[in-house]
C-alpha cells in the first residue's frame, strides 16, 4: 500500500483537520466528532441539511457543506457508517428551530444509524424528517443494501434540497422536493480497478489487466457483470442505456452527471461524457446542465458513473441556485 497517510488508523481525523484548516471561512469540525458543520450554524429558522456516511468517497460528503446545500456531514470510518451518536451531534449542531432533514444514501448500516440518531433527537422535542436515495439501477440488492443503493445522484439531493432550506422552505417542503428528486435521478456505474482502505492495505477485489466491471457501488461491491475492457463509447453506451431502460426520459430536460470514482483522469471522463450526449440527443432528450468531474468517489478506484435526473421547473430553479459548498460552487 502506497498512501499519504500517518496512521492508517486516524486517517479520518488527520483528513478532517485538514479540510477544515483549507476553508476556514466556510467550515468547522464540532469538536471531539467527525462532524463538519457550516462555520455559521445552527442557522435561526432555516431547515438545516444533515448527510453522511463512510468516509472515502470525497468530496462526499464534508465538501458539500456550507450556505446553499448542507448544514452539516458526518463522517464515518472509511467505508463505514458513522455511529448514531455521531449523527446526533451533527443534528444537534445544526438545528434552528425549524427542523433537521436527513438525507440518507440507502445502505444498512446508514440508515439503521441515520434513523436511531432521529430517534435520539425527537426525544429531545427536535422535528426530524428524512430521506433515503436509491439512485442505483445496477441492482436490486446488493451485499451492503436491501433495495438499490445510493450513490452519485445523492449530490443532486444535496444541491436542491438545500437550495429549498436557503429560500426559506419548511421542513415538510424540503422533504416534499427531495422525495422528487429521489424519484427522477437514476445512476449506473462501472469499475476499471480496485482501491485500498488504509486500514486493510490491500486492495478490495481483484480485476485482470483487460477487465472491467459493469454495475459496481462506491464500495467496490459486485456489479452486474465482469467482462472485458470496451471502448469509452461502449461503456458510455451500457451505463446510459441501463438508466434509460429503468425511466422514461422521453421529451424530458434532465441534468447530466459524469462522476468519477477516484483516479480516473478529466480526459476520460470528458471522453465518456460526449458520447452520453450524443444518445440523449438521438433519444431526443434535452440536456439541461452537465456536470462532469469527481463527485462521489471511492478512495482511487478508477472508473465511473452516469447520472440522469429528469427536471421539472422548480428543479431547475433550484439546480442553479447559489451554493457556497466548497466542492460545488454555483
Given at each position: 500500500m502506497?498512501?499519504?497517510?500517518?496512521?492508517p488508523?486516524?486517517v479520518?481525523?488527520?483528513m478532517l483537520?485538514?479540510?477544515?484548516?483549507?476553508?476556514?471561512?466556510?467550515?468547522?469540525?464540532?469538536?471531539d466528532?467527525?462532524?463538519?458543520?457550516?462555520?455559521?450554524?445552527?442557522?435561526?429558522?432555516?431547515?438545516?441539511?444533515?448527510?453522511?456516511?463512510g468516509?472515502?468517497?470525497?468530496?462526499?460528503?464534508?465538501?458539500?457543506?456550507?450556505?446553499?446545500?448542507l448544514?452539516a456531514?458526518?463522517?464515518?470510518?472509511?467505508?463505514?457508517?458513522?455511529?448514531?451518536?455521531?449523527?446526533?451531534?451533527?443534528?444537534?449542531a445544526?438545528?434552528?428551530?425549524?427542523?433537521?432533514?436527513?438525507?440518507?444514501?440507502?445502505?444498512t448500516?446508514?440508515?439503521?444509524?441515520?434513523?436511531?440518531?432521529?430517534?435520539?433527537?425527537?426525544?429531545?422535542?427536535?422535528?426530524?424528517?428524512?430521506v433515503?436515495v436509491?439512485?442505483?439501477?445496477?441492482?436490486?440488492d446488493?451485499?451492503?443494501?436491501t433495495?438499490?443503493?445510493?450513490?452519485a445522484?445523492?449530490?443532486?439531493?444535496?444541491?436542491?434540497?438545500?437550495?429549498?432550506?436557503?429560500?426559506?422552505?419548511?421542513?415538510?417542503?424540503?422533504?416534499?422536493?427531495?422525495?422528487?428528486?429521489?424519484?427522477?435521478?437514476?445512476?449506473?456505474?462501472?469499475?476499471?480497478?480496485?482501491?485500498?482502505?488504509?486500514?486493510?492495505?490491500?486492495?478490495?477485489?481483484?480485476?485482470?489487466?483487460?477487465?472491467?466491471?459493469?454495475?459496481?457501488?462506491?464500495h467496490?461491491?459486485?456489479?452486474?457483470?465482469?467482462?472485458?475492457?470496451?471502448?469509452?463509447?461502449?461503456?458510455?453506451?451500457?451505463?446510459?442505456g441501463?438508466?434509460?431502460?429503468?425511466?422514461?426520459?422521453?421529451s424530458?430536460?434532465?441534468?447530466?452527471?459524469?462522476?468519477g470514482?477516484?483516479?480516473?483522469?478529466?480526459?476520460?471522463?470528458?471522453?465518456?461524457?460526449?458520447?452520453?450526449?450524443?444518445?440523449?440527443?438521438?433519444?431526443?432528450?434535452k440536456?439541461?446542465k452537465?456536470?462532469?468531474?469527481?463527485?462521489?468517489?471511492?478512495?482511487?478506484?478508477?472508473?465511473?458513473?452516469?447520472?440522469?435526473?429528469?427536471?421539472?421547473?422548480?428543479?431547475?430553479?433550484?439546480?442553479?441556485s447559489?451554493?457556497?459548498?466548497?466542492?460545488?460552487?454555483?
Amino acid at each position: 500500500m502506497k498512501k499519504i497517510v500517518n496512521d492508517p488508523n486516524q486517517v479520518v481525523q488527520d483528513m478532517l483537520k485538514g479540510l477544515v484548516a483549507a476553508y476556514p471561512e466556510s467550515l468547522k469540525q464540532v469538536p471531539d466528532t467527525t462532524v463538519v458543520v457550516r462555520k455559521d450554524a445552527p442557522v435561526t429558522n432555516k431547515v438545516a441539511l444533515v448527510s453522511g456516511g463512510g468516509s472515502g468517497h470525497e468530496p462526499a460528503h464534508a465538501g458539500y457543506v456550507g450556505a446553499g446545500m448542507l448544514d452539516a456531514a458526518v463522517c464515518g470510518e472509511t467505508f463505514t457508517s458513522p455511529t448514531p451518536d455521531q449523527v446526533f451531534e451533527a443534528i444537534k449542531a445544526v438545528d434552528g428551530s425549524a427542523g433537521v432533514f436527513l438525507v440518507i444514501k440507502n445502505y444498512t448500516g446508514d440508515v439503521m444509524n441515520f434513523e436511531m440518531a432521529a430517534e435520539l433527537a425527537e426525544a429531545e422535542g427536535i422535528r426530524v424528517e428524512k430521506v433515503i436515495v436509491n439512485d442505483d439501477v445496477a441492482v436490486e440488492d446488493s451485499s451492503f443494501t436491501t433495495g438499490r443503493r445510493g450513490i452519485a445522484g445523492t449530490v443532486f439531493v444535496h444541491k436542491i434540497a438545500g437550495a429549498k432550506a436557503d429560500k426559506g422552505g419548511s421542513l415538510e417542503e424540503v422533504k416534499a422536493v427531495a422525495d422528487k428528486v429521489v424519484a427522477n435521478v437514476r445512476s449506473m456505474g462501472m469499475a476499471l480497478s480496485p482501491c485500498t482502505v488504509p486500514a486493510s492495505g490491500k486492495p478490495s477485489f481483484e480485476l485482470a489487466e483487460d477487465e472491467m466491471e459493469i454495475g459496481i457501488g462506491i464500495h467496490g461491491e459486485p456489479g452486474i457483470e465482469r467482462k472485458t475492457i470496451a471502448t469509452a463509447d461502449e461503456i458510455a453506451e451500457e451505463l446510459t442505456g441501463k438508466i434509460l431502460e429503468d425511466m422514461d426520459y422521453t421529451s424530458s430536460e434532465v441534468a447530466v452527471m459524469v462522476n468519477g470514482l477516484g483516479s480516473t483522469p478529466e480526459m476520460e471522463l470528458f471522453i465518456l461524457n460526449g458520447k452520453v450526449q450524443d444518445i440523449l440527443a438521438e433519444k431526443g432528450i434535452k440536456v439541461y446542465k452537465t456536470f462532469v468531474g469527481e463527485y462521489m468517489t471511492s478512495l482511487e478506484m478508477a472508473g465511473c458513473s452516469v447520472s440522469l435526473l429528469k427536471l421539472d421547473d422548480e428543479l431547475k430553479e433550484l439546480l442553479d441556485s447559489e451554493s457556497k459548498a466548497p466542492a460545488f460552487r454555483i
